[in-house]
């Protein structure tokens, strides 16, 4: 059904400072992960992905931290800019099956 | 070249009408999908096609009928259209179903 009574979660940073996003995923046998990241008006792109024999994983002013034990999945982006600006999705993937969604968070970079 | 592309990117349309929105993609993946994205950005999977088969069927009403004549083609037809059934839907691709998607601009969906 429609997400009643779910609310996206927000998060405002000031540009410079470093954001952290979290994600509680359900899945303990889900051992790949994806953070996207959606635009205004298109549609969710691949940022960063991180498999569960890992605990961080680095890119380009990003960083996921993944701590299994508490099914917690972590979005950290560095001096964070104006188009940063998005809602930020992770998305896990039990063995064998399809990736799940989470519900999502909207960061708004003030300048 | 856009990997994913829809069509329309906007729909207006009045309830009890018919109909489709059309994704192609040409990135030669194997696994299609269609997304409902609500006003609260909630993103629920509805179906998954692989290699034209259908593979994913979420609880979604049966007016909701999804179409793949061939590999790189998934088009959602919508009968009896309902105000509920306003959103924006978006195709995605993925080599296989653990894989990253790739998806499309999205369609944007007005039932009145």
């Known amino acids: 059904g429609e997400s009643v009574g779910l609310h996206l979660p927000t998060l405002s940073v000031q540009e410079g400072d470093n954001s952290i996003i979290n994600c509680a995923y359900s899945n303990s046998a889900s051992d790949y992960f994806i953070w996207y990241k959606q635009e205004s008006g298109k549609g969710p792109q691949f940022i960063i992905d991180i498999r569960s024999n890992m605990d961080k994983r680095q890119g380009q002013r990003v960083t996921v931290l993944l701590n299994k034990t508490v099914k917690h999945l972590s979005l950290q982006i560095a001096a964070t800019q104006p188009g940063d600006s998005a809602v930020y999705f992770c998305a896990e993937n039990p063995p064998g099956n399809q990736f799940y969604f989470g519900t999502g968070t909207s960061l708004t970079v003030i300048p | 070249d856009t990997a994913v592309s829809q069509t329309p990117k906007y729909l207006v349309t009045q309830m009890g009408n018919d109909k489709s929105i059309k994704c192609e993609q040409n990135l030669g993946h194997d696994t299609m999908y269609w997304y409902k994205q609500d006003s609260k950005k909630f993103l629920k999977i509805m179906f998954s096609y692989n290699n034209k088969e259908l593979i994913i069927n979420e609880t979604v009403p049966n007016r909701f009928s999804p179409k793949s004549p061939d590999k790189a083609h998934l088009n959602l037809h919508i009968n009896s259209l309902e105000l509920g059934d306003s959103a924006v839907y978006f195709c995605?691709?993925?080599?296989?179903?653990?894989?990253?998607?790739?998806f499309g601009p999205g369609t944007r969906l007005t039932v009145t």
């Open positions: 995605a691709s993925s080599r296989d179903l653990a894989y990253e998607q790739y």
